[in-house]
T-cell receptor
Framework: AQSVTQLDSQVPVFEEAPVELRCNYSSSVSVYLFWYVQYPNQGLQLLLKYLSGSTLVESINGFEAEFNKSQTSFHLRKPSVHISDTAEYFCAVSDNSNYQLIWGAGTKLIIKP | DGGITQSPKYLFRKEGQNVTLSCEQNLNHDAMYWYRQDPGQGLRLIYYSQIVNDFQKGDIAEGYSVSREKKESFPLTVTSAQKNPTAFYLC?????????????FGNGTRLTVT
């Protein structure tokens, strides 16, 4: 069965510094990949997704993620973070065996002024 | 604006009582979902419904029940049989079915049982 690993539970970073949030999944069989963001005391909202095509996907607020099939990874990056990026980020991967989304445990991005 | 409304935002109950969490959507979405979120864990699926009057158990359905009498409503009841009910509960919906569909979430209900 599919599993998703977000190795870092928290990532502290200074404002305007680059950041990478890591996501690895277990199965390299055809997958759909998602990053969702959860701001404090809110629900989740989609940040970006990979369904097919170009392996590099971008969001409207400067985040990007690259699908790496050989490394079964979908790491999220931003070249320069802002205080408003403070949130928890969840990676999710489809499990085509039972048509469910499998979620990572989440990574809290902490922006230091 | 279209969206998903969960109420109440905070809910407190005594152990042994059933409690119902509300979820209403005006997105005209077919499928609706209930997730449970605990600190340091990902989301876990409780129940989902792809069509009115039909629903399926997710990974952690024990101690929960749902109904889907209307397309726009998918209430979740946390029963006294749920051993550890204190958690953050999220309702979501998708247009159509399929694991590639984007989930739209409500702002959640934080349930505390003492």
């Amino acid at each position: 069965a599919q599993s998703v690993t977000q190795l870092d539970s928290q990532v502290p970073v200074f404002e305007e510094a680059p950041v990478e949030l890591r996501c690895n999944y277990s199965s390299s069989v055809s997958v759909y990949l998602f990053w969702y963001v959860q701001y404090p005391n809110q629900g989740l909202q989609l940040l970006l997704k990979y369904l097919s095509g170009s392996t590099l996907v971008e969001s409207i607020n400067g985040f990007e993620a690259e699908f790496n099939k050989s490394q079964t990874s979908f790491h999220l990056r931003k070249p320069s973070v802002h205080i408003s990026d403070t949130a928890e980020y969840f990676c999710a991967v489809s499990d085509n065996s039972n048509y469910q989304l499998i979620w990572g445990a989440g990574t809290k991005l902490i922006i230091k002024p | 604006d279209g969206g998903i409304t969960q109420s109440p935002k905070y809910l407190f109950r005594k152990e042994g009582q059933n409690v119902t969490l509300s979820c209403e959507q005006n997105l005209n979405h077919d499928a609706m979902y209930w997730y449970r979120q605990d600190p340091g864990q990902g989301l876990r699926l409780i129940y989902y419904s792809q069509i009115v009057n039909d629903f399926q158990k997710g990974d952690i359905a024990e101690g929960y029940s749902v109904s889907r009498e209307k397309k726009e409503s998918f209430p979740l009841t946390v029963t006294s049989a749920q051993k550890n009910p204190t958690a953050f509960y999220l309702c979501a919906s998708t247009m159509g079915q399929g694991v590639h569909k984007v989930l739209h979430f409500g702002n959640g209900t934080r349930l505390t049982v003492t």
